[in-house]
């Protein structure tokens, strides 16, 4: 059984930071292509960045690249996503999920993600 469970989420000013976790159990993250998506209210769900099992690549949506760094621990089977510079516009709930299916290549589409989480709120205050 996966289960996802992300954590870090909060409240925090515009310039600030978070680094949010997802740890993962059923799977095996750095088999596994890992993202975070995020969904702000009335808003679709959208891709915000990847990090593939196949060679470790990291892929980014253009409204937080430059400010975004995904990261895995393999050891603790734990994937990151660290944000920076954050903005009001950022305001979302954060979801991680994950593809172990071993394709090669990124995906933005939140159809081809099997596993999620619950989702962690992030909230940016002006």
């Known amino acids: 059984q996966v289960q996802l469970v992300e954590s870090g989420g909060g409240l925090v000013q515009a310039g600030g930071s978070l680094r949010l976790s997802c740890a993962a159990s059923g799977l095996t993250v750095s088999r596994s292509n890992m993202v975070w998506f995020r969904q702000a209210p009335g808003k679709e769900r959208e891709f915000a960045a990847a990090?593939?099992?196949?060679?470790?690549?990291?892929y980014y949506g253009d409204s937080v690249k430059g400010r975004f760094t995904i990261s895995r621990d393999n050891a603790k089977n734990t994937v990151f996503l660290q944000m920076n510079s954050l903005k009001p516009e950022d305001t979302a709930v954060y979801y991680c999920?994950?593809?172990?299916?071993?394709?090669?290549?990124?995906?933005?589409?939140?159809?081809?993600?099997?596993?999620w989480g619950q989702g962690t709120q992030v909230t940016v205050s002006s």
């Open positions: 999920a994950a593809d172990s299916s071993l394709w090669v290549g990124v995906r933005s589409s939140e159809r081809e993600y099997k596993y």
């Open positions: 990090i593939l099992w196949y060679g470790g690549s990291s």
